[in-house]
């Protein structure tokens, strides 16, 4: 059996994250996505347990009482948290999982899970990123500019960094790195 990898896709809300990974488990036959918990309110659009699973802050601070995040952290007022179970689960029957998770969260799960391969995604531009959130419909665009200034510090921590200033260039150079972490030599993608 292959050797599975967990793979931390994270940047500023609104570089890209979440359309790269959607793309590419469709077309990957041998990974899935790690979906976190949040407290925060569903979006339009969003369903419980595909985006996230919507919690009240009660049951979300009984799981981190129960330790069962892999991290967890507070972002814009709302809290986040990474379950172990399944990554664990997917990880041992040889699935590469992946994660869309904040900066911080990701800095955690490289403490706690040193093998993870961490990816950041950068907007081309603070102006850029502004444009995006305000196409987007997000109403704290002050706030997660503000987290993009300290998100950027972080950069360095970070495996590898993609500047998502062209969306198909961009992609492709996530599906290099990935093949090249999981050892590919043929380029194709799927395991």
Known sequence: MKKSRLFVISGPSGAGKSTFIERFLQEDNNSTFSISYTTREKRDKEVNGREYYFVDKETFMEMVKNGEFLE???VHENLYGTPKKNIIENLEKGIDVFMDIDVNGAVNIKKNYPEAC?????PPSREALEKRLSLRGEKQIDLRLKRYDE????????DYTIINDNLEKAYTELKKIIEQIRGHKNGKGNS
Request: aromatic content about 18%; overall charge negative.
């Open 72 to 74: 967890w952290e507070r």
């Open 151 to 158: 998100e950027i510090e972080k950069k360095p921590i970070f």
């Open 118 to 122: 961490l990816i950041f995604i950068e």
